[in-house]
Nanobody
């Protein structure tokens, strides 16, 4: 079955960096558009970034553009999110998100996601 396992979260000071990873299994990772989303305490799910099947199509929310970088290693079935210049408002649980079908080249809040990894940015 599909598994998405996020890791790399933690506690970091404002201005610091973290690199999140998502190990995927149970499907042909290289065939899927993938995304990161996050949920802050008391708030809804927020899209963060998406990447096409290869790395030629990259998309970012305005709130993270210029600070976060999404990438993937199809040989390792792994999705990454490099987060730099972290702010307190980046504090959230971060999820790796996969569409149901490989033909769905877009993010939707109802798509499959892992259990998430907590990122806490302290000032």
């Amino acid at each position: 079955q599909v598994q998405l396992v996020e890791s790399g979260g933690g506690l970091v000071q404002t201005g610091g960096s973290l690199r999140l990873s998502c190990e995927a299994s149970g499907f042909t990772f290289s065939s899927f558009y993938m995304s990161w989303a996050r949920q802050a305490p008391g708030k809804g799910l927020e899209w963060v970034s998406s990447i096409g099947r290869d790395e030629t199509r990259l998309f970012y929310a305005d709130s993270v553009r210029g600070r976060f970088t999404i990438s993937r290693d199809n040989a390792k079935n792994t999705l990454y999110l490099q987060m730099n210049s972290l702010k307190s408002e980046d504090t959230a649980v971060y999820y790796c998100v996969k569409p149901l079908y490989s033909a769905h080249n877009y993010y939707s809040p109802g798509q499959q996601r892992g259990r998430g990894t907590q990122v806490t940015v302290s000032s």
